[in-house]
């Protein structure tokens, strides 16, 4: 069956080191990829989007890699601080022509000061 | 950038009552909108595709005659949850595709469901 995997419900880290989230899928195979940030009562907001062919994409602090092979992504924010605390989904594109997003439940981050 | 916005924000009405949720994109126009749902902890689960002008997709599993869908204009979709039951509480998010080379969707705040 088709399943896309958020590595841990929750992670917690401290202020100022990298936070590292895997999202990994099975019998799948996305046109893009997608990371999100949620936060409690609130809708989805686009972070990221990385294509097939793409290995890694960048903003700011944000990156994001895509291993097709491993189907697989990493989704690591640098310098952590507390505002970095929220929800982050990864969704998958099945295909070009609006199909919509496939979610995974998420994984929540904590950052402590 | 785009902007989707939903009302109600929060809704709380009576076992068997219909609920109209709606959904605008504010500053462009969508020529699709996507209606999912959200259960505490759990991941947002596609209800159904809303095309202008057209009848809805609905995901497997979902009543069509239950969850009402309206995509009468670009800028505006409608989701009725008829005779509401307590198990239909939930998160109901809509989100708005723009059309272009990322296909990027934008979505709204939700709106929170709770069926007495």
């Known amino acids: 069956s088709q399943k896309i995997e958020q590595n841990s419900e929750a992670l917690n880290i401290q202020e100022g080191k990298t936070a590292t989230l895997t999202c990994n899928y099975t019998n799948y195979s996305p046109a893009y990829l997608q990371w999100y940030r949620q936060d409690p009562g609130r809708g989805p907001v686009f972070l990221l989007l990385?294509?097939?062919?793409?290995k890694e994409k960048r903003k700011e602090r944000l990156k994001v890699t895509f291993d097709t092979t491993l189907k697989q992504s990493l989704f690591h924010i640098t310098a952590s601080q507390p505002a970095d605390s929220a929800t982050y989904l990864c969704?998958?594109?099945?295909?070009?022509?609006?199909?919509?997003?496939?979610f995974g439940k998420g994984t929540t981050l904590s950052v402590s000061s | 950038g785009a902007v989707v916005s939903q009302h109600p924000s929060w809704v709380i009405c009576k076992s068997g009552t219909s609920v109209k949720i709606e959904c605008r994109s504010l500053d462009f126009q969508a020529t699709t909108m996507f209606w999912y749902r959200q259960f505490p902890k759990q991941s947002l689960m596609l209800m159904a595709t809303s095309n202008e002008g057209s009848k809805a997709t609905y995901e497997q599993g979902v009543e069509k005659d239950k969850f009402l869908i309206n995509h009468a204009s670009l800028t505006l979709s409608t989701l009725t949850v008829t005779s509401a039951h307590p198990e239909d509480s939930s998160f109901y998010i809509c989100s708005a595709r723009l059309a272009g080379a990322n296909n990027e969707q934008f979505f709204g705040p939700g709106t929170r469901l709770t069926v007495l």
């Open positions: 969704a998958l594109l099945i295909n070009q022509a609006g199909t919509a997003l496939i």
């Open positions: 990385i294509r097939e062919n793409e």
